[in-house]
């Protein structure tokens, strides 16, 4: 297979001093502050976001907008916090999140908050719903959340994929009509007009799987006409990565649309190292006018349906699932987290069970396929092939956001850990990224490639959505044997001004705003 830099313009702001210018415990919470209109930070490590060197400096915020960065006396009314010299970041964003599923059950989600996340972005994948229930729109949605918001700011796409079921029913293995095409740009505008940043793709799973590239860029044109985004889960990331990320520029180039690969990998043994290739396609890309940005998790394992493996989805072709498990991922790196009717599958390799059935790996993976496509089952695996060479090299590009893919108690360590795993992991122990620019990469980058306005960096006027922790203790705990550890070192957290989060508990603030297109 034939695959196929740009460096960080440093944007300088002048930090001078500014005249006023449950998983189990979701209910430990802390006692919360009265409210009030004006929070001092006193004596923080200030990192602005933009990848510059932080200041010390204090932060004032009044009615949720960052009022001043400097040195402050304090008012009567005035809540202060003492940093004690701690890193203080914007609050990160997080541009690929599953965490709206569950998030009217879990309103202050420690899995977000115990890693800094203050903004969840959903409808990736091509897919949402209501807070788990069918989905109506997006501005359904909306008002759902308004009439029981949540601690953290929710942001959403439009979802092809959701359209394209919604349209065309079980009769999707084949081009939409032009009539159908038709129903999805009118979806597609409703939900635009309601806020939505943009169009987002899941074309390796179906239905989206049987669209042709021409059905995608005529959503993606009328995605222009709003000013939206283009962000895909590509067709293929593994045998046909190559021409999957081809399309993504195409689209790009035919509808004049930013486009975004979502959690940019190589899940194919054969294409490990090859990572620096993408990159140059990217940056070739990128030189010729196109935007084009990408999200990155930093672990080595997926979590999708075992379909993927087999891309024809023909499961009774032995030949296409051998090489599934031979070439993309092998049977003892592929775990079960979800099988319905089957409890006892749960946490087992596809390896493992095989050699408990008796049963040959291959022919194994071909049945329970066909048992759960004749059944209508959920089946979701992890499997870890993904090489850390390559999760470093899409990491440093330039270009690349940090992002969870994960939800609340998700059974992917993601879920719980991406943000502090990379400022543990990458920034701490590996110097793979400097502090400063990994907090860009979860900030003002994220903020800039959704489309999001006011958020993203400290700044006066911006929202006043911020983290503090402590970079030399911050550290993920979620591991793919047990997921369900939250991270530590976050000492607090404010979402639009109000504090969420207070030395490792939740508040009972429930501040969070939708957060529409600019």
């Not at 001093?17 to 009030?36: E, F, I, K, V, Y």
């Not at 006043?464 to 000492?491: M, R, W």
Request: charged share 20%.
């Amino acid at each position: 297979m034939t695959f196929l830099k740009e460096s960080k313009g440093s944007l300088t702001i002048g930090f001078c001093l500014l005249l006023l210018s449950s998983c189990g415990a979701q209910n430990d919470t802390a006692d919360r502050q009265t409210p009030a209109s004006s929070w001092i930070i006193k004596n923080a490590v200030v990192y602005d976001g933009l990848g510059n060197e932080p200041v010390n400096a204090d932060i004032r915020i009044e009615n949720g907008i960052i009022a001043g960065i400097g040195r402050f006396d304090t008012q009567p009314n005035d809540n202060i916090w003492q940093a004690d010299g701690l890193a203080l970041a914007p609050g990160f964003i997080d541009p690929h999140s599953h965490h709206d599923t569950k998030l009217m059950q879990f309103p202050a989600p420690k899995s977000a908050l115990a890693q800094g996340i203050t903004t969840i972005v959903s409808g990736l994948d091509g897919g949402a719903s209501t807070f788990g229930d069918r989905f109506i729109s997006i501005a359904h949605n909306f008002s759902v959340f308004q009439k029981s918001p949540a601690a953290i700011n929710l942001a959403y796409f439009a979802p092809h994929d959701t359209y394209r079921e919604i349209v065309m029913g079980d009769d999707f293995k084949r081009a939409a009509t032009p009539n159908e095409l038709k129903q999805m740009e009118a979806m597609l505008r409703r939900d635009l007009e309601a806020g939505a940043l943009g169009l987002s793709t899941g074309l390796e799973y179906e239905p989206s799987l049987y669209s042709k590239t021409e059905e995608i860029i005529e959503l993606a044109k009328v995605t222009a006409q709003y000013g939206g985004k283009y962000s895909s889960h590509i067709r293929s990331e593994d045998i046909k990565v190559t021409e999957a990320i081809d399309e993504v520029l195409i689209i790009a180039r035919e509808a004049n649309i930013p486009a975004n690969i979502s959690h940019i990998k190589l899940a194919m043994y054969a294409l490990h190292g090859n990572a620096a290739l993408v990159i140059e396609k990217l940056s070739n890309a990128r030189d010729e006018g196109l935007d084009i940005t990408a999200d990155v998790y930093p672990y080595d394992g997926w979590k999708a349906p075992m379909a993927i493996l087999m891309p024809s989805r023909n499961y009774a072709d032995r030949v296409v699932a051998e090489f599934g498990l031979n070439s993309i991922a092998s049977p003892s790196s592929i775990t079960i987290t979800d099988y319905d009717g089957e409890p006892s599958y749960i946490g087992k390799t596809l390896a493992a069970l095989a050699a408990e059935k008796n049963i040959d790996p291959v022919d194994l993976m071909m049945q329970l396929l066909q048992r759960a496509k004749k059944g209508n089952l959920k089946e979701r695996v992890i499997g870890r092939n993904i090489s850390e060479e390559d999760i470093q090299t899409f990491m440093k590009w330039s270009f690349t956001a940090i992002t969870t893919d994960g939800g609340i108690n998700d059974s992917h360590p993601r879920g719980q850990g991406a943000f502090s795993r990379v400022l543990a992991h990458y920034v701490r122990e590996k110097n793979v990224l400097s502090l400063s620019d990994a907090i860009r990469k979860m900030t003002s980058l994220t903020a800039n490639n959704l489309g999001i306005a006011n958020r993203g960096i400290i700044k006066k006027g911006f929202a006043a959505d911020l983290v503090l922790f402590n970079p030399d203790t911050i550290q993920d705990h979620a591991t793919f044997e047990n997921s369900l550890e939250y991270s530590t070192g976050i000492d607090a957290v404010w979402v639009n001004g109000e504090l969420v989060w207070n030395k490792g508990a939740i508040t009972n603030a429930r501040p969070g705003q939708i957060i529409r297109r600019k």
